[in-house]
C-alpha cells in the first residue's frame, strides 16, 4: 500500500547543472576578449561544458562532505603521516591538472595570454569546489620561488609541468607529476614571520636539517613544501620534500588536521620538523624575497577564485529566479528581486573583469614596465576587495534563494563557508593594506604612474576624480598607515572601474562609477542602477 501524500511538488527550481559556465558567462566572455584571448580557440568553451556538467558539480559536494582523514601510523605501528581523501577529490584534481591550472603558465613562460586563460580556469573551477584549488595554485606558484635555485628547479619543473596526476605516496622522482605546497606560519608569529623559530642547521652544500614547526601546513599530501627557517644568515628559504633523496620517509610529523569553517575538501595540518632535510632556496637570509614571488601568484589566485566563487552563487541565484514563482509573477520579473539581482550581477561583472585584467598584467610584465607596475600595486588590491566583498555577497546570494538557499542540499552554505578563506590566506585585510601602502611609498614614480594611467582610462566617469584625489590625500597624510584600508578599498574601486570600462558596456561601468566611486555602495539591492538593470541581467546569466 503506497503511503498517504497530502500534496504534489510544484514550483520547485529543477537541480543545477549540465550548464556550460563559459558560455552562459557574458562578462567573462568580454574579460576574456579585452585581454586578448579567444575562448573558442583556447578551449574555454569545452571547458565549461565539463565544469558546468551534473557529474561534475556533483563531484564538488562529494568532496566536501566527506573529509580527509589523517593516518600517523601503518597497521605495523610504522609512522606514514599521510592523508587519505575521497575519490572524488582526487577526480577534481586528475581533471584540472589535466587542464593545467597546476601549470599552464610555465609551458612557455612570457608568451601569449597564458595568465588570462588559466585565470579563466581557475575561476571557473572554484565555483564547482574550490578546496582542491590550494594545491593547485601552490603548485603553480612555486615555479617562481624555485627559481631563485636553478638547480631544483631543473629537478622540480619538468614533474611541475606534466598535465598526468599521481596521488601516489613515493618519492618525486618516481612520480609523472608533482604537486607543491607552502608552510610559513607558526603558533608564535602568525603574519609575522621573522619571528619564526624553526631552525635551519646546514649538513653539505644546500642541504639542512630542519627542527620546529608549522602551525598552518595547507595540501599536506603535496610531494614537497616551500617552508621559511632559521638558517645561520637569517631567515631562509627551504624545499622540505616528503621523501629523502635516499628513498626513506622525511620527517614532517602531522599533528592533527584543521577542522576549518570551510574549504572542507582540502587538508591543512600542524606539522613538527625533527631533522627534517631541505634543500635551500635562494639565499641565506633572504627567504622572505624568495618565497613572495610565489606569494604574488597565489595573491592573484585568492582574487581570481574568490570572484569565481561569486559567479556561482550569481548564477544559483538567477536559475533559482527564472523558475521560482511567486505572487503570480517568476522571481526574475519581481522588481525588487531585479535590483538585487542587477546589483550582484554589477559587483560580480567588476569582479570579473578586474580579475582578469590583473592576469594580464602577469602575462605582460616582462615586456611592459607600466605592466609590471600595475601587476604589483594592483594584485594586491584586486585580492583585498574581491575577497573582502566574496562573503558579503554570497551571502545576498543565499537569501535570493530563501531557506532553500540555507540548507545542506544548495551549493550554496558551502560557498558561503568557502569565501573568507581567500581573504586571510595570503595576508589578511590589514596585511594587504599595508602592502600596497608601503609599495606606494617605496616606488612612488611606479605608483604614480599606475593611477594616473588608471585615471586616463575612466577620466570622465562620476566620481573619478574625486576618488582619485582622496586616494592621493591618504597617502600624503600623516595618519597614512592607519588609512591603510581607506587607500586598498579606493585603489580596488579605482581598478575595478579602469577594469569594467574595457570590457562592459558604457551603462554598466557608468552604474558601476556612480554607485560605487562617487558614494559609498549602498546594499545589494538598494543602489540606483538606472538603466543598467536590464543589460546586467540579460549578460549576468545567458540561456544557451
Known sequence: MLPF?????????????????????????????????????????????????????????????????????????????AVEFHPAYHVLMRASMEDGLHAST??????????VARAARIYTAAGVESGHVCPITMTHASAAALAAAPTRLADWLPKIRSRIYDSRFIP??????????????????GTDVRANTTRADRKAGDEYALTGHKWFMSAPMCDAFLVLAQAPGGLT???????????????????????????????????????????????????VRTIIEMVQLTRLDCAVASAGLVRMGLALAMHHARHRGVFQKKLIDQPAMRMVLADLALESEAMTALALRAANGFDLQGTDDREAGYARLVTPAAKFGICKAAPRLLYEAMECLGGNGY??????????????????????????????????????????????RLMA????????SDAARDLVMALHSPEAEARARFIAERLFVLAATAALARSAPSQITE??????????????????????????????????
Open 457 to 464: 582610462e575612466i577620466r570622465d566617469l562620476p566620481g573619478a
Open 172 to 189: 618525486f622522482w618516481e612520480k609523472t607529476a608533482v604537486t607543491l605546497g607552502m608552510g610559513m606560519t607558526e603558533k608564535q608569529g
Open 106 to 115: 610555465w609551458d612557455e613562460p612570457g608568451s601569449g595570454h597564458a595568465h
Open 511 to 544: 552604474a558601476y562609477a556612480l554607485t560605487r566611486l562617487a558614494a559609498p555602495s549602498r546594499t545589494i539591492g538598494a543602489n540606483d542602477l538606472g538603466q543598467a538593470v536590464n543589460p546586467l541581467l540579460e549578460r549576468a546569466f545567458v540561456a544557451i
Open 237 to 287: 628559504c627551504f624545499l622540505v620534500p616528503r621523501f629523502r633523496p635516499d628513498g626513506s620517509l622525511n620527517a614532517l610529523r602531522l599533528q592533527r588536521l584543521k577542522d576549518k569553517l570551510g574549504n572542507r575538501s582540502n587538508a591543512s595540518s600542524e606539522v613538527e620538523f625533527h631533522e627534517t632535510f631541505g634543500w635551500r632556496i635562494g639565499e641565506e637570509g633572504r627567504g
Open 407 to 452: 540548507v545542506e542540499e544548495s551549493a550554496l552554505p558551502r560557498l558561503y563557508r568557502e569565501a573568507p578563506v581567500n581573504a586571510i590566506w595570503e595576508g589578511s585585510g590589514n596585511v594587504i593594506a599595508l602592502d600596497i601602502l608601503r609599495a606606494e611609498t617605496r616606488e612612488p614614480e611606479i605608483a604614480s604612474a599606475v593611477l594616473e
Open 5 to 81: 501524500e497530502t500534496h504534489d511538488v510544484v514550483n520547485q527550481t529543477p537541480p543545477f547543472g549540465d550548464v556550460n559556465l563559459v558560455a552562459s558567462n557574458r562578462p567573462l566572455l568580454d574579460a576574456l576578449k579585452a585581454n586578448g584571448v579567444d575562448p573558442e580557440a583556447e578551449g574555454l568553451i569545452a571547458f565549461g561544458a565539463a565544469w558546468g556538467s551534473a557529474e561534475r558539480i556533483d563531484l564538488g559536494r562529494l568532496a566536501n562532505e566527506n573529509l580527509p582523514k589523517l593516518r600517523t601510523h601503518d597497521a605495523r605501528g610504522y609512522r606514514i603521516d
